[in-house]
């Protein structure tokens, strides 16, 4: 392909034929395209599975399946007929895949077989599932203390899979549950634990049907989250504002085709998804947020002045909150100067928003990635829930804090226990219930799971899906620490790079996908998810097994657990010969999952309470609390200024449309406009002219950061772009060696992978794009 056929710009909307095509090309693509299409229909509510796709919930009242282009890739991804079997490994030594792509890696297919690595030829070779369990349990056994093993979870892991994992950990002596969490949502749990007393989103599907204004902050969902994109149309066909918050113009907030509607598709109509457009500086929403509320301030003094009507929800601030006066008073000092430069937009814009949302009585502020990956993500959405509570918009109809989740069970793996900070009640319940002394200090989240084992003072990783080594930051530092292990080990459906990161000894777990059928020994189970509205439901696999010696993963989990602590505290092999006693065991265990088999009867499932939303508030002051922090000073790290630094341009690192997080379907992003390749750098046409570039130039990036390590990544093409000037975009996890570990927020640990300082460099080799499939 010559660059001009790989860069063309996209003028089509969201969705459309685009996303129709893509979808039927997957499938018949496919050998199994009948049986994929069938499976795909089942979707959700009616004895299917539950994409395993993103978190996005629907209505469970409207009984109607929807599905999307990228869930439909996420399927038939899973679906495949290749297969990477202990054939695959002889042939293939663990050096030379190392040589592949990440692309090329998950592309050979569904793993079929249990493998352990053989140092001494370089290559997996099968393994019986029993010796596999023997040896982990050899291994975790043989440790001077538990606490130095690390159990990481990815968020496609079930409900029963999370529990019973969680239980097996603790019982084995240790809280160190690094998670895909910890690099994802950590900032609004946080955050929003502060502010309103619990860390998961206040609205259900039902209330974007009854918002007067939708704020889409830092999210693009037209790729993460398409299903969102109807819900938006819709509330911009009835005159609701759909306000969104991002640097990119992404295509779907500006325009969505819905494919399930006939008459549009055949119109070739298109609907619009927003009603206002702000392009922040990268990391200045809550400047954005903090002038939103110094209008509102100046408003609602106006108010009290001449006696108009009152923009505070003074009610709701009065019964409701404590805080309010330090957080105005903070208000108040910062500075219009400060909101402008940090927000990077012209005053009058930001007027323009704080007005709709005046306007507005019912609001819902939904966010992802661009508010959550930075230094100050906390006091960001903190105060995102400010302004929400000084117009008493939570825990109202139409109305909340709505942080869209990523993974389709991260938020569920949350409430089940996967959380190296659990709360004294979850200790507690897990204690009476099954009467052993849990541990009680906190564990390792992600970053310090890395430190601990460069550090030699973590020896064994069990991963329960994901890919640790490639999603992680500060990838060679990453990889170095996890070849210092002992032993590594992963629960996955297919091959990736953590495979290939291997510890002294290294095993590969291959487990069922929740499209497959899961026979126990009293027959076919389901297992359980909870979307982002918190409600909960049942899936059930459909598709034949890959491979008859594929594992489900609670018993995986199980086979470990009883290998290495016999039947303490339960029997485990009895828990999942059929997966309603690891319900009855959740329901005995976990706040709001009373009577769980006889509630997931119900075709919608059910939702799990959440007393903010019925204003009940879970903080230590029993109100809602208002925060009053500063302002940062600056976004850089001063330390890297320090040092006489400048960046020429700050990096966020983003999905393509053809993604998903490591898992790479494909090599185009369509509605960027790139296609056939993934090594691209967006940056603005005068910042290209500026740093002496042209566009299509091949240039080498470099992070700055005050270690004094280079970090490099190399031969990626410049591509002008509407993108504010300063800012450069490009695509996680190719990008990932940039992100130094130490780079993370602020009680989150979250690294900063919105927010990277860079300096170009004439690219040192002709080397071009890697991610190729031959
Ligand atoms: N198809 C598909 N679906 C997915 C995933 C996938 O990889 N593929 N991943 C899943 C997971 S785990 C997650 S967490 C979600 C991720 O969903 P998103 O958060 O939508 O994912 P990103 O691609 O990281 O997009 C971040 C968006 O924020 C914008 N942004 C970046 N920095 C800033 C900032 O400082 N301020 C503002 N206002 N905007 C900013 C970017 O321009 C981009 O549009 O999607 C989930 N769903
Ligand atoms: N630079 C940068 N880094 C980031 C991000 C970013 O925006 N920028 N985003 C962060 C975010 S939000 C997240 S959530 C993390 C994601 O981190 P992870 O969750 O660790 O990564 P994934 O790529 O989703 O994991 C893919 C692997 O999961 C396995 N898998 C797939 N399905 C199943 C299943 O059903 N069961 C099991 N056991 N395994 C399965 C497959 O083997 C596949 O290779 O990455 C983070 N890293
Ligand atoms: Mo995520």
């Not at 209008?295 to 009507?309: S, Y």
């Not at 890297?640 to 960046?647: D, R, S, T």
């Amino acid at each position: 392909m010559s660059q001009k056929e790989q860069i063309k710009q996209y003028n089509g909307p969201a969705g459309g034929w685009g996303a129709l095509k893509a979808v039927t090309k997957s499938w018949w693509g496919s050998e199994n395209a009948v049986k994929n299409i069938r499976t795909m229909l089942k979707t959700n509510q009616n004895g299917g599975f539950d994409c395993p796709g993103c978190a996005w919930g629907e209505s469970p009242e409207s009984g109607k399946v929807n599905f999307c282009e990228n869930g439909a890739k996420a399927v038939n991804w899973e679906a495949t007929n290749r297969v990477v079997d202990p054939e695959f490994f002889a042939t293939h030594s663990v050096s030379s895949l190392l040589k592949q792509t990440d692309y090329w890696l998950e592309y050979q297919g569904r793993i079929t077989h249990p493998m352990k690595y053989d140092s001494a030829t370089d290559h997996y070779v099968p393994i019986s599932w029993d010796d596999a369990y023997q040896l982990v349990a050899q291994h975790l056994n043989q440790l001077e203390s538990p606490n130095l093993a690390e159990f990481y979870t990815s968020g496609r892991a079930s409900n029963e899979a999370a529990f019973l994992y969680q239980l097996f950990v603790r019982a084995f002596g240790t809280n160190n549950f690094p998670d895909c969490s910890n690099m994802c949502h950590e900032a609004s749990a946080i955050g929003m634990k502060d502010t309103i007393g619990v860390g998961k989103g206040t609205v259900i599907f039902d209330d974007f049907a009854k918002a007067d204004a939708i704020f889409v902050i830092g999210q693009n969902p037209g790729t993460n989250h398409p299903r969102m994109l109807e819900p938006l149309r819709e509330a911009v066909k009835r005159g609701a504002q759909v306000i969104c918050l991002n640097p990119l113009k992404e295509r779907g907030l500006e325009r969505f085709q819905n494919p399930q509607v006939p008459i549009e598709m055949l119109r070739n109509g298109s609907k619009p998804t927003n009603t206002a457009y702000l392009r922040p500086a990268l990391g200045g929403d809550m400047a954005v947020f903090r002038g939103i509320a110094k209008f509102l301030l100046q408003w609602e003094r106006e108010a009290v002045e001449t006696g108009g009507k009152a923009v505070f929800d003074r009610d709701f601030i009065n019964d409701h909150t404590i805080g309010i006066d330090e957080y105005l008073k903070e208000v108040d000092a910062t500075t219009w100067e400060h909101i402008a430069e940090q927000s990077g937009l012209e005053l009058h814009e930001i007027e323009t928003v704080a007005d709709m949302y005046r306007r507005s009585e019912r609001v819902i502020m939904c966010w992802a990635m661009g508010l959550t990956q930075h230094r100050h993500s906390v006091p960001t959405i903190k105060e995102v829930a400010n302004v929400q509570m000084l117009r008493g918009n939570v825990g109202k109809p139409g109305a909340g804090l709505s942080p869209v989740r990523g993974h389709s069970n991260v938020q569920g793996d949350r409430t089940m226990g996967i959380d190296e900070k659990p709360s004294t009640a979850l200790l507690d319940s897990i204690e009476r219930r099954f009467n052993f002394k849990v541990p009680r200090e906190i564990g390792h989240n992600t970053i310090q799971a890395i430190k601990a084992m460069e550090e030699q003072q973590s020896k064994v990783f069990i991963g329960l899906g994901g890919n640790f080594a490639q999603a992680t930051p500060d990838t060679e530092r990453t990889h170095l620490a996890m070849k210092n292990c002992n032993l590594t080990v992963h629960i996955s459906t297919k091959l990736n790079r953590s495979h290939l990161v291997t510890g002294k000894d290294a095993l590969i777990l291959p487990c069922l996908g929740r499209t497959e059928i899961d026979v126990q020994d009293h027959g076919p189970q389901g297992i359980t998810v909870e979307d982002t509205f918190s409600m909960v439901h049942i899936s059930y696999g459909q598709l034949k097994p890959r491979s008859e010696h594929l594992r489900s993963e609670p018993a995986i989990i199980a086979g470990i657990a009883h290998a290495t602590l016999g039947c303490h505290p339960i029997d485990w092999n009895w828990a999942i010969q059929d997966y309603e006693r690891v319900r009855d065991l959740i329901s005995e265990t976990i706040p709001g999952f009373t009577d769980f088999n006889l509630k997931l009867r119900n075709p919608g499932g059910f939702h799990l309470v959440n007393p903010a939303a019925e204003r009940r508030w879970n903080t230590t002051s029993g109100k809602a609390q208002f925060s009053d922090s500063a302002l940062p000073k600056q976004l850089i790290n001063e330390a890297v200024l320090e040092q006489g630094n400048k960046p020429d341009l700050i990096l966020q690192t983003m999905r393509s449309h053809d993604q998903y997080n490591t898992t790479l379907y494909g090599l185009n992003d369509r509605y960027r406009g790139v296609f056939g390749m993934r090594e691209v750098l967006f940056v603005n046409e005068e910042d290209i002219a500026k740093l002496g570039f042209q566009n299509g130039d091949k240039v080498d990036m470099v992070s700055l950061w005050e270690d004094g390590v280079t970090r490099k990544v190399q031969g990626f093409t410049l591509v002008a772009y509407d993108i504010p000037k300063g800012q450069a975009a490009a695509y996680y996890p190719e990008t990932n060696p940039l992100v130094p570990l130490d780079s993370y927020g602020e009680r989150t640990f979250t690294p900063t992978s919105k927010f990277i300082a860079i300096k170009l460099e004439k690219a040192s080799s002709d080397e071009i794009q890697r991610s190729k499939v031959e």
